[in-house]
């Protein structure tokens, strides 16, 4: 596995740079932010990689950051999704607020990604929950102090339904900005999480 490339910045395409690295230059697909921050050729860069190995071809997929590349393996693990749907989901915006569109159910958000559809965003949301690391996020219903009095109530009730603390934060961090401020509701919405209602 090559897990790092550092060298000189040759080129660069809409979707790829061309470093050199002992005298071999090679083709590495990215992100467009991470591109677009790469600098002027002939600089220093550094990128960490993925190597994706198939029957035909070897491709190297570069990031700013380990988390980024993180993101990107378990964006592969979904159904349905290839590289260039991972890197499109990458390019979109900050890679908190893609996590954050992911763990809180965002159909909207990542059905504008393009090549993204609402099936897909479906399957995205599905198939990653729990799996998304969630700390560093804000949660988007902590806002006002009564949203975050309904969470700590919230976390309250389902520690005693079972879950660990970790778990019922998880569940609070998913609930949808627009979530009503019924704690009844509220719980549904996060035993929904769980699979559970």
Sequence with gaps: ???????????TGLDYAVIETGGVGFQIFAPRPVLGALGAFGDAVHLYTHLLVRED????????????RQLFETLLSVSGVG????????SSGPIDELRAAIAGGDIAR?????????????RLVLE???????????TPSAATPAAAAANAELAEMLSS??????????AIAALPADAPPSLEERLRLALRYFGGA
């Design 161 to 170: 339904l079972g879950f660990s603390t970790g778990e019922a934060n998880a």
């Design 128 to 138: 990653l929950k729990g799996k998304i690391d969630l700390r560093g996020l804000p």
């Design 1 to 11: 596995m090559i897990a790092s490339i550092r060298g000189i910045l040759l080129a």
């Design 83 to 90: 590289p260039k749907v991972a890197l499109s989901l990458l």
């Design 57 to 68: 071809a070897l491709t190297l997929y570069g990031f700013a950051t380990t988390e980024q």
């Design 110 to 122: 990542l059905s504008r990604v393009p090549g993204i559809g609402k099936k897909t965003a479906e």
